[in-house]
C-alpha cells in the first residue's frame, strides 16, 4: 500500500501513537486524531499539522475508552472529514502494575474493561465500518504481556492475551472480506505509560516502533513485535516450563 | 520504584538521582528539567536534597509554525534533531546552532548556547521572541526581550534555575539551499592559526577550527581552520544531503584507548589528513555542523571515569598571544586531547550568565584523570588573570571562588533568580558547588 491513505489513531496524543501519527502525516497520509482530551487532540493537531506534508487532512474528535457510547460517532466524524477510511489504529490503553491492580479492585476493573473489553467493541465498530467500505487495516496494540502470564503482569497481561486472541479470531474470520488485522505487541517502549517502572534490556523509543509498526500496516502483517528483538525474547520466555516461571521474578 | 538510580551528564561523572519522563510538563514536580542531556558536566544533575531531574525530551509538539514568517513555537523538549529533519529539508535553519544536534530547545536556552557563526549573530537567546516558563509558585508566565526583560536575560543562560521552560518561540531562517560551501586550510602553528580566524571571521559567517594541542615548540597549536557559509543555489546538487547512518559506540572503553600515544596518533591522523593546504568544496550540514553526531555515545570512548570539557573565552584584552600562553599551561600541566577547538566569539550578549565575550574560545576534551581537578584549576588561574571566563554547560571541576571570580555578573543573576525562586525550589548540583545554593 502507497502513502495517502486516511487513517484513525485512538491514542495519538502520547506515546507511541503520536510517533505514528508524525510518520503517517510526514509521508503524505490524512489522519483523525481520537482521544479524551479536546485541548491535547488540539495541540496534537497543530503538531502534526507543522510536520505533515502538503494537503494531508487533519481532523480531531473526542472518544474515550470508557465511554464505549463515544466509539461511533467518534469514527463516523473521522470518516465524514478523511472522506472515506482505510486504516484504523489503536494504541489508547491504560496500564497499571500487578500491585496496584491487586489492592484496588475498582481500578483493576477499570483496566481490565478498558484494555479488553471497551477495545474490543472499539474494534467491533472498526471492523464495520472497514468491512462496509470494503475492507481496511485495523492494527491495534496488545502487549507481549499477553504472550505469557508473568507475575508482573498478571491482569494486565490476561487482558492483552484476550486481546490478541481476539485479534487473532478476526483474523481468521475476516481476512477474505478485505480485513487486515494487524496485532502490534510492543515490549517495553520509553513512554509516559510506562514511567516510573524499573527499565529492563532492550527498552525502545516510541519512534522505532512507530517505524516497525508502519512497515506492518503496509505489509499487512498479522503480528508485529516491536522492537522486533521482542519475538526472540517472548519465545524463549514462551518455553520456559512453569515451574521456572513460578520462581523467576519478571 | 526507580527508572535508574544515577543520572550523569554527557561526560559521565554520576550522581545519585532519577529522571522522570514525561509528556505533559504542566504537571511537572518542582524539580529541574533537563533535556537530552549533553551538558557535560552537573548542570542538569540534581542537588543531593531533591535527587530528581524531569526529562522534557516528551514534550517535543511543534505549538504552531508560521511558514511565510518562519516564526516558530514548541514545547521545550522538541530536539533540534527532530527541527531539523523536519524544516531543512523545507529550507529553513535555526538562526544559531551548538555542535551537536542531540539537544533541545530548552536546553539551547538554558545554555545561551552559540554555534560557527557566533561573530556574525551571537548566542540562541538574542533570537528568542518569547518563553514560557513555569516559575517556582505554579503561576506560568511569558517573557521575551520586550516583556519580563530581566525575567528573560536570567532564563536565558541560567541553566534552567529561574524556572521551568515550557515553550520557546524563535525565528528560523531561510537558506538557500541545504547545503554548506566550505574552505579549509592546514596552518603551521597557534599564531598563524590565531591571525588567520580573525582575518575569516570579516569574510565568513561561519568559522571555527581544530588544534593539535599536544606538539610543541615550533609547531605548537597547528591546526586545520575551516570557513563556511550556506551554499547559493546554482553551486549545490538539487538533491537533499542524506544524512549518514549512525553508528553507536558499542562499549566502555579500556583506558588504554585514551593513552598519550593514541592521542598523538589521532591529532598527527587528522592534521596530516588534510594533505594539501587548502581545500574548498561542498559538505552537507550535518558534517559541517554535527561532525561527531555520527558516533552515538562517543563518550564511551573515554571509558568508566568518563570525561569533562574544559571551554573557555580569553577575551581581546588578553592579546594576541592568549591562545599559545594557554596551550603553555596546558601542555606544561601535560594535559592531552583529542579534540581542541578554537573560535573567534562576536560581543557579549545581554543574558545575565551568558558564556561568550569578545575574544577567543578555547574547548578540549579531557579524559577525567586523577590530575583533572589540577589541571582544571591551572587552566583556570591563567582564565581568571586574564579577565575570561568558562562555560557551565561544559563545566563540573571549576571551584566556586575561581567562577565567583570571573563572573562579576553571578549577583545580578543571583539576584533576579531570588525574586522568582526565593525558596529555591530550581537547584542543581552544578548551583550547590558554584552558586552556594544549600544542598
Not at chain 1, 503524505?28 to 494531508?56: H, I, K, M
Not at chain 1, 472499539?122 to 492494527?139: D, I, M, Q, V
Request: overall charge neutral; aromatic content about 8%.
Amino acid at each position: 500500500m502507497s502513502a495517502g491513505k486516511k487513517v484513525v489513531v485512538l491514542g495519538a496524543t502520547k506515546g507511541m501513537g503520536r510517533a505514528i501519527a508524525r510518520r503517517l502525516v510526514e509521508r503524505g497520509d490524512s489522519v483523525a486524531l481520537l482521544g479524551r482530551d479536546a485541548e491535547d487532540l488540539e495541540r496534537s493537531s497543530a503538531d502534526l499539522r507543522a510536520r505533515g506534508a502538503p494537503g494531508v487532512k487533519l481532523s480531531t474528535a473526542w472518544c474515550d475508552l470508557e465511554q464505549p457510547s463515544s466509539f461511533r460517532p467518534a469514527l463516523d466524524g473521522a470518516e465524514t472529514a478523511l472522506g472515506g477510511l482505510d486504516v484504523v489504529v489503536v494504541t489508547a490503553a491504560m496500564f497499571g502494575t500487578q500491585e496496584q491492580l491487586e489492592s484496588d479492585p475498582a481500578f483493576a476493573q477499570k483496566v481490565l474493561t478498558v484494555d479488553f473489553a471497551n477495545t474490543v467493541v472499539f474494534c467491533e465498530e472498526a471492523r464495520k465500518k472497514l468491512l462496509g467500505r470494503g475492507g481496511g487495516t485495523l492494527c491495534v496494540f496488545s502487549s507481549v504481556a499477553g504472550d505469557r502470564a508473568r507475575k508482573p503482569v498478571v491482569m494486565y497481561g490476561a487482558a492483552k492475551a484476550g486481546l490478541s486472541a481476539y485479534l487473532e479470531g478476526l483474523d481468521l474470520k475476516f481476512r477474505s472480506q478485505g480485513l487486515v488485522t494487524v496485532c502490534v505487541k510492543p515490549g517495553f517502549v520509553k513512554t509516559g505509560m510506562t514511567e516510573g517502572l524499573q527499565e529492563p534490556p532492550f527498552a525502545g523509543e516510541p519512534d522505532e516502533v512507530a517505524q516497525v509498526v508502519i512497515e506492518g500496516i503496509d505489509r499487512g502483517t498479522r503480528v508485529v513485535y516491536a522492537p522486533p528483538i521482542w519475538r526472540a525474547v517472548m519465545t524463549a520466555v514462551r518455553a520456559l516450563p512453569r515451574f521456572v516461571m513460578r520462581r523467576v521474578g519478571f | 520504584m526507580s527508572v535508574s538510580d544515577r543520572v550523569a551528564g554527557w561526560g559521565r561523572q554520576f550522581v545519585a538521582g532519577r529522571e522522570v519522563l514525561l509528556e505533559d510538563l504542566s504537571h511537572a514536580p518542582k524539580a529541574l528539567f533537563r533535556g537530552l542531556g549533553r551538558s557535560y558536566g552537573d548542570s542538569s544533575l540534581p542537588p543531593t536534597s531533591n535527587p530528581l531531574v524531569v526529562n522534557t525530551t516528551r514534550a517535543n509538539r511543534i505549538v504552531r509554525f508560521d511558514g511565510d514568517a518562519g516564526l516558530l513555537r514548541a514545547e521545550a523538549g522538541l530536539s533540534l534533531y527532530d527541527l531539523n529533519r523536519v524544516f531543512l529539508p523545507r529550507g529553513w535553519f535555526v538562526p544559531v546552532t551548538p555542535g551537536t544536534q542531540f539537544v533541545t530547545l530548552g536546553g539551547m536556552v538554558a545554555a545561551d548556547v552559540h554555534g560557527k557563526n557566533h561573530h556574525v549573530d551571537g548566542c540562541i537567546g538574542q533570537h528568542l521572541t518569547r518563553l514560557e516558563l513555569r516559575l517556582a509558585d505554579g503561576q506560568v508566565l511569558e517573557c521575551g526581550p520586550d516583556l519580563e526583560r530581566e525575567l528573560f536575560l536570567a532564563t536565558v543562560s541560567g541553566m534552567g534555575l529561574t524556572g521551568q521552560i515550557l515553550e520557546v518561540e524563535l525565528p528560523l531562517r531561510r537558506i538557500p539551499t541545504p547545503w554548506i560551501w566550505q574552505e579549509s586550510e592546514r596552518v603551521e602553528d597557534i599564531d598563524e592559526y590565531v591571525t588567520k580566524l580573525k582575518e575569516a571571521a570579516e569574510h565568513w559567517p561561519m568559522t571555527v577550527g581544530w588544534i593539535d594541542c599536544l606538539s610543541r615548540g615550533a609547531h605548537m597549536g597547528r591546526g586545520i581552520l575551516m570557513k563556511g557559509r550556506w551554499a547559493q543555489s546554482h553551486e549545490a546538487p538539487t538533491a537533499f544531503p542524506r544524512e549518514l547512518p549512525n553508528v553507536r559506540f558499542p562499549f566502555q572503553a579500556p583506558e588504554l584507548v585514551l593513552s598519550r600515544l593514541a592521542v598523538q596518533a589521532f591529532n598527527f591522523g587528522y592534521y596530516w589528513k588534510h594533505l594539501p593546504r587548502k581545500k574548498t568544496g561542498l559538505v552537507d550540514p550535518f558534517a559541517f555542523f554535527y561532525p561527531l553526531d555520527f558516533v552515538k555515545d562517543w563518550n564511551l570512548v573515554y571509558g568508566r571515569r568518563g570525561l569533562t570539557q574544559y571551554q573557555c573565552v580569553l577575551p581581546d584584552s588578553a592579546g594576541p598571544d592568549a591562545a599559545r600562553r594557554f596551550l603553555e599551561v596546558l601542555t606544561q600541566r601535560g594535559g592531552a586531547s583529542f579534540l581542541c577547538v578554537i573560535k573567534d566569539c562576536g560581543p557579549e550578549s545581554a543574558a545575565y550568565l551568558s558564556f561568550p565575550m569578545k575574544g577567543m574560545s578555547v574547548a578540549l576534551d579531557i579524559a577525567v584523570r586523577d590530575d583533572t581537578q589540577a589541571l582544571v584549576d591551572a587552566l583556570n588561574e591563567f582564565v581568571l588573570s586574564v579577565g575570561g571566563r568558562i562555560y557551565l554547560a561544559k563545566d563540573h571541576f571549576t571551584r566556586p571562588e575561581h567562577f565567583r571570580a570571573m563572573e562579576k555578573r553571578l549577583d545580578r543573576f543571583l539576584e533576579v533568580r531570588h525574586k522568582w525562586d526565593p525558596q529555591l525550589c530550581f537547584k542543581s548540583a552544578q548551583s550547590v558547588r558554584l552558586f552556594g545554593d544549600p544542598s
